[in-house]
């Protein structure tokens, strides 16, 4: 009686039975799940589809189940919601359980989606334990950079994975789980890239998705952009209400804007970019927009971070690259002073960027999607395979 009453805290699928289950955690997790949905609803539109993620996937024809999209977090935040998480993950494997969906789909927040998957296996509900679901993840956590062990206990777990970089498949040798490099979502032919490089465009002030680190983050773009003197407006996206009330906090002048992301019909121009690490400053490298990385946590998560992780940058962009396209400057380096001198030189120096559109341009060669299709094809296949 107890897993029932955890698994009726989620509703049950729209029509009595669901073929899809998608777990996407955070809000670019949510977007490039999406885009993976749009395809393979296109091509099988009688599919039932449930989802825990955000807007994005609800609009793209799931039946959102939760939007997990608004709780979000990192670093040692994370503690003040382990019994929130715990709940989760046990209404999340118990109502696998209950309604039997063919596949459970998980999307990067490795945090949560590993601990799901390893709940489903240890439960008996997940194919690799025997059980009806097979349990897939799309979009690997990040193996190479830190405890690159975990591929042992996901190949135990897990029966297939879609890789977004070109060199992940390598990281799980030694392992059975089937791994595909899909091509990164961003150079797909449905990609509708949020910016746009513009010479005579705004700067752009990207603090991030997460409360924690743009309430660290903000106050430094905003100082930064004052001594740069540019003589121009900066426009700061921003994924959810949450974080414009963190934006709000911190009292940004007439000439900086806040603008929500996606809410302009095209791409945002921009001359420049100052941006926190993560999914926004991949977008700004693939445009061509020359800038540079910065980012602060709390002093605990960073020394952890610098104990576990093994990558010479923490930039996507710069590792595929093997060298800093951005500039980065991380806890005491990252400035108001030496994040001004970087966006001065942005907007005035033609050769960074010329330098920033070649490398672009090596990017998106980089991750051009494979011949063997895109993630929208790898996850048709995962539902097609037997149990």
């Given at each position: 009686?107890?897993?029932?009453?955890?698994?009726?805290?989620?509703?049950?699928?729209?029509?009595g039975?669901?073929?899809?289950?998608?777990?996407?955690?955070?809000?670019?997790?949510?977007?490039?799940?999406?885009?993976?949905?749009?395809?393979?609803?296109?091509?099988?539109?009688?599919?039932?589809?449930?989802?825990?993620?955000?807007?994005?996937?609800?609009?793209?024809?799931?039946?959102?189940?939760?939007?997990?999209?608004?709780?979000?977090?990192?670093?040692?935040?994370?503690?003040?919601k382990i019994?929130?998480?715990?709940?989760?993950i046990?209404?999340?494997?118990?109502?696998?359980?209950?309604?039997?969906?063919?596949?459970?789909?998980?999307?990067?927040?490795s945090?949560?989606?590993l601990?799901?998957?390893?709940?489903?296996?240890?439960?008996?509900?997940?194919?690799?334990?025997?059980?009806?679901?097979?349990?897939?993840?799309?979009?690997?956590?990040q193996i190479?950079?830190?405890?690159?062990?975990r591929?042992?206990?996901?190949?135990?777990?897990?029966?297939?994975?879609?890789?977004?970089?070109?060199?992940?498949?390598?990281?799980?040798?030694?392992?059975?789980?089937?791994?595909?490099?899909?091509?990164?979502?961003?150079?797909?032919?449905?990609?509708?890239?949020?910016?746009?490089?513009?010479?005579?465009?705004?700067?752009?002030?990207?603090?991030?998705?997460?409360?924690?680190?743009?309430a660290?983050i903000?106050?430094?773009?905003?100082?930064?952009?004052?001594?740069?003197?540019?003589?121009?407006?900066?426009?700061?996206?921003?994924?959810?209400?949450?974080?414009?009330?963190?934006?709000?906090?911190?009292?940004?002048?007439?000439?900086?804007?806040?603008?929500?992301?996606?809410?302009?019909?095209?791409?945002?121009?921009?001359?420049?970019?100052?941006?926190?690490?993560?999914?926004?400053?991949?977008?700004?490298a693939?445009a061509?927009?020359?800038?540079?990385?910065?980012?602060?946590?709390?002093?605990?998560?960073?020394?952890?971070?610098?104990?576990l992780?093994?990558v010479?940058?923490?930039?996507i962009a710069?590792?595929?690259l093997?060298?800093?396209?951005?500039p980065?400057?991380?806890?005491?380096?990252?400035?108001p002073?030496?994040?001004?001198?970087?966006?001065?030189?942005?907007?005035?120096?033609?050769?960074?960027?010329?330098?920033?559109?070649?490398?672009?341009?090596?990017?998106?060669?980089?991750?051009?999607?494979?011949?063997?299709?895109?993630?929208?094809?790898?996850?048709?296949?995962?539902?097609?395979?037997?149990?």
């Amino acid at each position: 009686m107890a897993d029932l009453a955890l698994a009726a805290a989620l509703p049950p699928p729209a029509g009595g039975a669901v073929d899809l289950l998608i777990v996407a955690g955070e809000h670019s997790g949510d977007e490039h799940a999406a885009r993976m949905l749009r395809g393979l609803l296109a091509a099988h539109p009688g599919w039932k589809v449930c989802a825990l993620g955000g807007p994005r996937l609800a609009a793209a024809g799931a039946q959102l189940l939760r939007d997990l999209t608004v709780s979000s977090t990192m670093g040692f935040a994370v503690l003040g919601k382990i019994s929130h998480y715990h709940a989760l993950i046990a209404e999340v494997v118990q109502w696998v359980g209950v309604h039997r969906p063919r596949v459970v789909c998980f999307v990067d927040s490795s945090a949560l989606n590993l601990r799901i998957a390893r709940g489903l296996f240890d439960r008996g509900f997940s194919a690799k334990a025997g059980g009806p679901t097979r349990a897939v993840y799309y979009i690997s956590p990040q193996i190479w950079a830190s405890r690159a062990g975990r591929r042992f206990a996901m190949a135990r777990h897990l029966d297939g994975l879609a890789a977004i970089f070109p060199f992940e498949p390598a990281c799980y040798a030694g392992t059975r789980l089937p791994v595909e490099f899909v091509g990164h979502p961003f150079v797909g032919a449905d990609y509708a890239a949020p910016v746009a490089f513009d010479p005579a465009g705004p700067v752009l002030l990207l603090p991030g998705s997460r409360r924690q680190v743009v309430a660290r983050i903000f106050p430094v773009l905003l100082e930064a952009f004052r001594q740069a003197g540019a003589g121009r407006k900066a426009v700061v996206l921003y994924p959810s209400p949450e974080i414009l009330a963190v934006l709000q906090a911190a009292h940004p002048p007439a000439d900086v804007w806040l603008q929500p992301t996606g809410a302009a019909p095209g791409p945002v121009a921009a001359a420049a970019v100052l941006t926190a690490s993560g999914t926004m400053s991949m977008h700004c490298a693939l445009a061509g927009i020359p800038g540079a990385i910065t980012y602060r946590t709390d002093w605990l998560t960073y020394l952890l971070g610098r104990l576990l992780v093994q990558v010479k940058f923490i930039g996507i962009a710069n590792l595929l690259l093997r060298e800093p396209m951005y500039p980065e400057f991380i806890q005491r380096a990252a400035t108001p002073a030496a994040l001004a001198a970087q966006l001065r030189a942005c907007l005035t120096d033609p050769a960074r960027r010329e330098r920033t559109r070649a490398e672009a341009e090596k990017l998106h060669a980089l991750l051009a999607q494979p011949t063997n299709g895109s993630a929208a094809e790898w996850l048709q296949r995962q539902l097609a395979a037997p149990g």
